[in-house]
């Protein structure tokens, strides 16, 4: 069986390494994705250039809303009128100042708002627990395909 993929839609790449680390100091094995832009985050996973069947969809996003103009609104939307990408769970992962939006972006389809911790310790640890809460559920349903390569791939 392949390792999840977790995908990260963050700007800051030292919270993606602190990811990254967590995960491996777990025993976590799965494909870290990263993109610093949700623009590109969309247009791999809804029009990867593959049949929408083909792809490998990851088991869980982390996603940042306070690099985007809509608060991650429109991110929530564009995944969840997909066909297969509407049932990955969509993390939504602010910083612990970033101002709420919940309603909106729960009601659009995301499974949890989590402000980030202010310690290290304390992320990584959420990290690991999202992560394997969202695959495990992800691995009942039998996970459809999305465009992403393992060479575009961080692993973990």
Known sequence: ????????????????????????????????????????????????????????LPGMIFLDPAMMENNGLDFILAMKSGRTTRAVPIVVFPDSDYPPGMPDLIEAGAVEYLLKPETS???????????????????RRSAPTCGAREDDALKS
């Open 1 to 56: 069986m392949k390792p999840p993929i977790i995908l990260m839609i963050e700007s800051n790449g030292e919270a993606v390494e602190l990811a990254r680390f967590a995960l491996w100091r777990n025993n976590f094995h799965c494909v870290l994705q990263w993109y610093d832009e949700a623009d590109a985050a969309i247009e791999r996973l809804l029009s990867g250039g593959r049949r929408e069947s083909d792809r490998v």
């Open 121 to 139: 310790q304390q992320y990584m640890e959420v990290v690991v627990d999202r992560a394997r809460r969202w695959s495990k559920r992800r691995r």
